[in-house]
Every structure is written in structure tokens, then in C-alpha cells.
């Protein structure tokens, strides 16, 4: 496995976040950090997103700061240039496994069906985004589905619909990488720079070493 894929994997859990204003992502990365988080998967759906990874990716080399939402090359190729160290996508299109393949970073498109993974690994990626994991099953699905794909080596980051509650249901299978959600660091928080609450949040999930 790559770096990222390693710190993931020890981390066990992804923050997902939505920056609104570029100028409070440094401080959300020190919360998450401080948290002993530090990573965290910055969703391209606000115009302050980039900005947001930059910002991280300069002030915080030491914070694995990834980009999601990734729905074509054209904003993976933005994300990279942003200096984003993973990418993440809901899905897989051969174009964006194409630009994937020539950022040399470790790319995570969505799948949720065995065609789906099985065309991902296929195009070369063997660590999958299982999204929306909730409304697609759950820990059940994934377990299901990582049965017969086991041997091609494939792992899942589940995200979408999980919460504090239904984490550890996820984190207990072993094809999963790590789970990701929005609940650590949702907006409110990072909108009233609750930092002090986002760290609690995070803390409260270290030791899931999953790797
Ligand atoms: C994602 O992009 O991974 C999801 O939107 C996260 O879903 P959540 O908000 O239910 O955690």
C-alpha cells in the first residue's frame, strides 16, 4: 500500500468536510490533529474547496489532506494542482480513471455493486469508496460483496449515512480501509469554528488502526 493508503488504514477514520471559507481550514485541520486525526478528505461542492486544500497542503505537510467529490478529470486535475495527496471520487468514469492514472496519487472511486468493483479493478484501483454506504446496504453489503472480491485483494471506505453509532459495525470488517463521514467535522461545527468539539469528536475515535 502507498503512504496514504497506510495512514488511512492506521488512522481507520476519515473526516469529510465542506470548507465554506478557505481561511478556517488551517484551523480545522489543527482541531482534527489535535484530535489525533490528522487527515481529512475535503469535498470539492464549495467554491472555497480548493483554496481550502492549498491552504492545508502549504501550512500542514504533515496533515494528509485528500480531495472528494471528484466527478471529472477536469476537477481532479484542479484538485492536484491544489496539492490534494489522495482523491476520492463517488464513482468511475473512464475519463477520470485515466487523469487518476496520470496524477500518480492514490485515487478511491465509488463502487457498490460487483461490476462496479470489478471494473475499478480492473482500471487499476483495488481500494474503493462503498458510497452511500448506509443507503446501499450497510456493513452487511460490503461484507457480502468483499467475499468474492477478497482475492483481487480489493478494500472499502465506506462513507455516506454513517454515524458514532454505527461506526464500529463498519470498522469490524476487515475489508474495510477505513470509514469516512461528514458527523466529525459537519458544517455547523466548521461554520461556528467549534474547533474545541471537533477535537473532542475526533479524539473519541483514535485507535481504530485498521491496517
Ligand atoms: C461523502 O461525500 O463521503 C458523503 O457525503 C459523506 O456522507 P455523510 O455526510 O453521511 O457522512
Same mark, same amino acid.
Given at each position: 500500500?502507498?503512504?496514504? &493508503?497506510?495512514?488511512?488504514?492506521?488512522?481507520?477514520?476519515?473526516? +469529510? +468536510?465542506?470548507?465554506?471559507?478557505?481561511?478556517? !481550514? $488551517?484551523?480545522?485541520?489543527?482541531?482534527?490533529?489535535?484530535?489525533?486525526?490528522?487527515?481529512?478528505?475535503?469535498?470539492?461542492?464549495?467554491?472555497?474547496?480548493?483554496?481550502?486544500?492549498?491552504?492545508?497542503?502549504?501550512?500542514?505537510?504533515? $496533515?494528509? $489532506?485528500?480531495?472528494?467529490?471528484?466527478?471529472?478529470?477536469?476537477?481532479? #486535475?484542479?484538485? +492536484?494542482? /491544489?496539492?490534494?495527496?489522495?482523491?476520492?471520487?463517488?464513482?468511475?468514469?473512464?475519463?477520470?480513471? #485515466?487523469?487518476?492514472?496520470?496524477?500518480?496519487?492514490?485515487?478511491?472511486?465509488?463502487?457498490?455493486?460487483?461490476?462496479?468493483?470489478?471494473?475499478?479493478?480492473?482500471?487499476?484501483?483495488?481500494?474503493?469508496? &462503498?458510497?452511500?454506504?448506509? !443507503?446501499?446496504?450497510?456493513? !452487511?453489503?460490503?461484507? !457480502?460483496?468483499?467475499?468474492?472480491?477478497?482475492?483481487?485483494?480489493?478494500?472499502?471506505?465506506?462513507?455516506?449515512?454513517?454515524?458514532?453509532?454505527?461506526?464500529? #459495525?463498519?470498522?469490524?470488517?476487515?475489508?474495510?480501509?477505513?470509514?469516512?463521514?461528514?458527523?466529525?467535522?459537519?458544517?455547523?461545527?466548521?461554520?461556528?469554528?467549534?474547533?474545541?468539539?471537533?477535537? /473532542?469528536?475526533?479524539?473519541?475515535?483514535?485507535?481504530?488502526?485498521?491496517?
Amino acid at each position: 500500500m502507498n503512504d496514504a &493508503f497506510l495512514t488511512l488504514a492506521k488512522l481507520g477514520v476519515v473526516p +469529510v +468536510v465542506e470548507i465554506a471559507d478557505a481561511s478556517t !481550514a $488551517v484551523a480545522l485541520a489543527d482541531a482534527l490533529t489535535a484530535g489525533g486525526l490528522p487527515a481529512l478528505e475535503v469535498t470539492l461542492r464549495t467554491p472555497a474547496a480548493l483554496d481550502a486544500i492549498r491552504a492545508i497542503a502549504e501550512a500542514r505537510p504533515d $496533515v494528509l $489532506v485528500g480531495a472528494g467529490t471528484l466527478l471529472d478529470a477536469g476537477m481532479l #486535475d484542479q484538485a +492536484v494542482a /491544489a496539492g490534494a495527496r489522495f482523491l476520492v471520487s463517488p464513482g468511475l468514469t473512464p475519463s477520470l480513471g #485515466d487523469a487518476a492514472r496520470a496524477s500518480g496519487l492514490p485515487f478511491i472511486p465509488g463502487a457498490v455493486t460487483a461490476s462496479e468493483a470489478m471494473a475499478a479493478i480492473d482500471a487499476g484501483f483495488n481500494v474503493l469508496k &462503498f458510497f452511500p454506504a448506509a !443507503a446501499s446496504g450497510g456493513p !452487511a453489503a460490503i461484507s !457480502a460483496l468483499a467475499a468474492p472480491l477478497g482475492g483481487a485483494g480489493v478494500r472499502f471506505m465506506p462513507t455516506g449515512g454513517i454515524r458514532a453509532n454505527t461506526l464500529q #459495525d463498519y470498522l469490524d470488517i476487515p475489508a474495510v480501509i477505513a470509514v469516512g463521514g461528514t458527523w466529525i467535522a459537519d458544517t455547523a461545527s466548521i461554520n461556528s469554528q467549534d474547533w474545541d468539539g471537533i477535537t /473532542a469528536r475526533a479524539r473519541a475515535l483514535t485507535n481504530n488502526d485498521h491496517s
